[in-house]
Nanobody
Framework: QVRLVESGGGSVQAGGSLRLSCAAS????????MGWFRQAPGKEREAVAR????????YYADSVKGRFTISQDNAKNTLYLQMNSLKPEDTARYFC???????????????????????WGQGTQVTVSS
């Protein structure tokens, strides 16, 4: 069983930055597809970014490309999301999620839905004011 705990959310003005962290425990971190999702009130959960823990290949949603960076510290089993140039439309609860993937194709190349991820954190709120 994998346990994920997010931290780092908060309130910021438009144009500001935040860094989210997700600490993983309970299983080996290698070979996992780790992702960040977000959900705003009244909206569906959407994928933000993913990283394959072996090799570090990444995927970004078009809405965050060039502004957000997903990264990892394998020694600490920790996932990060650096969010720059934040916009009010980035306001949402952000979730860390993970699933085992036998290759980067099953994390980066092929579409991944939230239902593909069995492990989830409790989420952290990000609020961006204009």
């Amino acid at each position: 069983q994998v346990r994920l705990v997010e931290s780092g959310g908060g309130s910021v003005q438009a144009g500001g930055s935040l860094r989210l962290s997700c600490a993983a425990s309970g299983s080996t971190y290698d070979g996992y597809c780790m992702g960040w999702f977000r959900q705003a009130p009244g909206k569906e959960r959407e994928a933000v970014a993913r990283i394959y823990t072996v090799g570090g290949s990444t995927y970004y949603a078009d809405s965050v490309k060039g502004r957000f960076t997903i990264s990892q510290d394998n020694a600490k089993n920790t996932l990060y999301l650096q969010m720059n140039s934040l916009k009010p439309e980035d306001t949402a609860r952000y979730f860390c999620a993970g699933h085992f993937a036998s290759s980067s194709a099953y994390c980066i190349t092929y579409p991944r839905a939230s239902a593909d991820f069995p492990y989830w954190g409790q989420g952290t709120q990000v609020t961006v004011s204009s």
